[in-house]
Structure formats: structure tokens, C-alpha cells
């Protein structure tokens, strides 16, 4: 059922295709970043975190990149499958305070 | 699978009743974050214990409380439950103390007020 955010922004994306995800965060003393997955029914799964110290990170199939000047993180993902559908979101961190979770994005990955 | 553990997945009760939310974390992981997530709100932080100690207190309402136990599992105690307590309960675990650091979360606790 039903589990996250009824009016989100959807990306959708064909099969095969790249998917890029961005996210505006808020504060610019942030200097730890996370992005999640969370399909319907399940909680946040860790896709990959970067530091403030880089501008980009590479995982499997997935890349994020930190804008700091604009304050603005995407999560790209490579060769998108129907297995990727699901609401991506962001989260932010100031050394000792919590996180901040972005709204998400849900991606739909078209056939 | 990330390890951490939420019962019960579904609870359904009445206005002005008492739950009890249940996380066991990761094996390791000495930190226990609670959120709550609806959807008009995203994720929110609610509280966080660390080795037995609340450690940081997010918008967490007084009715709300929570504790962490000597074997590390975490209980959030809902009361007086209102319509708008209505929400997914989420648990996250992580190794240490400090908050800049992955968080893992279980699959969490779908609360419905009746």
C-alpha cells in the first residue's frame, strides 16, 4: 500500500536509460549526505553517502555528485531497472545536530 | 534486509489509548533513532538513544516517550493517542553516537487511530 507522499514529484524513465535525481538541501554548514530508497511498504534503505570534502562518490550503478556552491546533490543512476521504482530522497547532516530528509522524488521506470 | 528489526509492522487503536513500538538494531550499532514519517510531513526526527542514554531530542511530542534497554533494543511509547498520531514509525540504528555517520532503518510500524 500507500507508504510515502502522495503528491511527489515523479521522474519517469525509460528502461535501460540513466536516471537523475536531484535534491536542494538547506543548509550550508551541512557536511554529510545521504541518499535513501524506500519502496512501498519498507523503510529507507542506504543506497550512498558523501562527505562534504568530495564532490563526487560512486557506488554500483549509482554516482552522487555535491554542488556546494549551490547547495545541490543528484544521485544518477546507471542503466535503470523496473527494480529501481521506488521514492528517492536526500538527507543532510551538521556535524551533532539530526538529519534532515529531503521530500522525495518518486522515479517510475517505464517498460 | 538492513538488519534492524520493527514490531509490529501494523497497529490499529483508538483515540486516547497507549502503544508500545518496539526496534531491536543492528547487531553492533549502539545508537537507536526514532522518526516518524506521514505524508504530508517526510520524515521527521523524534529522538535518539545512544548505549542506554537519550541523546538528542528531535519534535517529539510529551505524550510521546521512549527508552533504551541494556540489550540495546529501543520501545517508543505512544499515549493518548490522537487521530494525527497517525503515521509510519520508523527505527534507525547506527554504530556510534555521533548522527553524521549511515543510518539503517527497519521497515517500521504503521500506526492507525481509529
Known amino acids: 500500500g500507500e507508504s510515502v507522499g502522495l503528491h511527489l514529484p515523479t521522474l519517469s524513465v525509460q528502461e535501460g536509460d540513466n536516471s537523475i535525481i536531484n535534491c536542494a538541501y538547506s543548509n550550508s554548514a551541512s557536511d554529510y549526505f545521504i541518499w535513501y530508497k524506500q519502496e512501498s511498504g519498507k523503510g529507507p534503505q542506504f543506497i550512498i553517502d558523501i562527505r562534504s570534502n568530495m564532490d563526487k562518490r560512486q557506488g554500483q550503478r549509482v554516482t552522487v555528485l555535491l554542488n556546494k556552491t549551490v547547495k545541490h546533490l543528484s544521485l544518477q543512476i546507471a542503466a535503470t531497472q523496473p527494480g529501481d521504482s521506488a521514492v528517492y530522497f536526500c538527507?543532510?547532516?551538521?556535524?551533532?545536530?539530526?538529519?534532515?530528509f529531503g521530500p522525495g522524488t518518486r522515479l517510475s521506470v517505464l517498460p | 534486509d538492513s538488519g534492524v528489526t520493527q514490531t509490529p509492522k501494523h497497529l490499529i487503536t483508538a483515540t486516547g489509548q497507549r502503544v508500545t513500538l518496539r526496534c531491536s538494531p543492528r547487531s553492533g550499532d549502539l545508537s537507536v533513532y526514532w522518526y516518524q514519517q506521514s505524508l504530508d510531513q517526510g520524515l521527521q526526527f523524534l529522538i535518539q538513544?545512544?548505549?542506554?542514554?537519550?541523546?538528542a531530542k528531535g519534535n517529539i511530542l510529551e505524550r510521546f516517550s521512549a527508552q533504551q534497554f541494556p540489550d540495546l533494543h529501543s520501545e517508543l511509547n505512544l499515549s493518548s493517542l490522537e487521530l494525527g498520531d497517525s503515521a509510519l514509525y520508523f527505527c534507525?540504528?547506527?554504530?556510534?553516537?555521533?548522527?553524521?555517520?549511515?543510518?539503517?532503518f527497519g521497515d517500521g510500524t504503521r500506526l492507525s487511530i481509529l
Open positions: 538513544y545512544y548505549n542506554g542514554e537519550e541523546r
Open positions: 538527507a543532510e547532516n551538521f556535524y551533532g545536530q539530526n538529519f534532515v
Open positions: 534507525a540504528s547506527g554504530a556510534t553516537g555521533i548522527s553524521n555517520q549511515p543510518q539503517h
